[in-house]
């Protein structure tokens, strides 16, 4: 079992809908993660908050818009996606891992399976 | 940028055979976190390795770092259908907080 909680597990939207992604954990980690994973492809990073402050956005399209709300959820609002979206996002936490403190593995979620109509 | 590759890319095997997959970085490694996922799932941290020539193990999976710490080897003893599944190593990016992850080396066993 996971300690990182994702819901949904899966979810269909139109490109028109907005809707949302959670991600919690209870591990008193103070790092969280967005990745997005295609098939036979390794998960890419989207965004990371530390302490609870976006510390890093990988040039993700403004439609995909996250929130911390506090330090154990996430949140990934989604608005006017495309098909080209539809993939595997994946939620994870850590021990910050500022420069000061790499060595922290980062626990996921089993992920939100979305498709985009 | 810091990229890690994997060998081989697919791995066929018997049950019962050993195995090893490979992950090279193009840069000094700070650590080194092997992970497998079953199709469709989360990612599952298996190791974590940070020394010049650390090597672990858990179970019949071992995992080693060379002296350089620029290459790691996860080594499956007597695999079992269970230890099928993708297996990517991950290490620390350019900027530290971001975390990359090699290409992956699926699994599967023959039972």
């Known amino acids: 079992d996971t300690e990182v909680t994702q819901t949904p597990k899966h979810l269909v939207m139109g490109m028109t809908n907005k809707k949302s992604l959670k991600c919690e954990q209870h591990?008193?980690?103070?790092?969280m993660y967005w990745y997005k994973q295609k098939a036979k492809k390794p998960p890419e990073l989207m965004f990371v908050?530390?302490?609870?402050?976006?510390?890093i956005n990988e040039s993700v399209p403004s439609r995909f818009s996250p929130e911390c709300p506090n330090s154990s959820l996430l949140n990934l609002h989604l608005h006017a996606l495309q098909p080209e979206d539809s993939a595997l996002y994946l939620c994870?936490?850590?021990?910050?891992?500022?420069?000061?403190?790499?060595?922290?593995?980062?626990?996921f979620g089993n992920g939100t399976r979305l498709t985009v109509t | 940028s810091q990229e890690l590759e994997q060998s081989p890319q697919s791995l066929i095997v018997q049950e019962g055979k050993n195995l090893t997959i490979n992950c090279t970085s193009s840069?000094?490694?700070?650590?080194l976190y092997w992970y497998k996922q079953k199709y469709g799932e989360g990612l599952i941290f298996l190791m974590m390795?940070?020394?010049?020539?650390e090597e672990k193990s858990h179970e019949k999976i071992t995992a080693k770092l060379d002296e350089k710490k620029q290459q790691s080897s996860l080594h499956i003893t007597a695999s079992q259908p269970s230890h099928a599944g993708i297996y990517l190593c991950?290490?620390?990016?350019?900027?530290?907080?971001?975390?990359?992850f090699g290409p992956g080396t699926r699994l599967s066993v023959l039972p």
């Open positions: 994870a936490s850590s021990q910050d891992r500022g420069r000061s403190s790499y060595n922290s593995p980062l626990h």
């Open positions: 591990m008193g980690h103070r790092a």
């Open positions: 908050y530390s302490y609870e402050k976006l510390s």
């Open positions: 840069k000094t490694l700070y650590g």
């Open positions: 390795l940070q020394k010049g020539g």
């Open positions: 991950g290490a620390d990016g350019d900027y530290g907080q971001n975390f990359v």
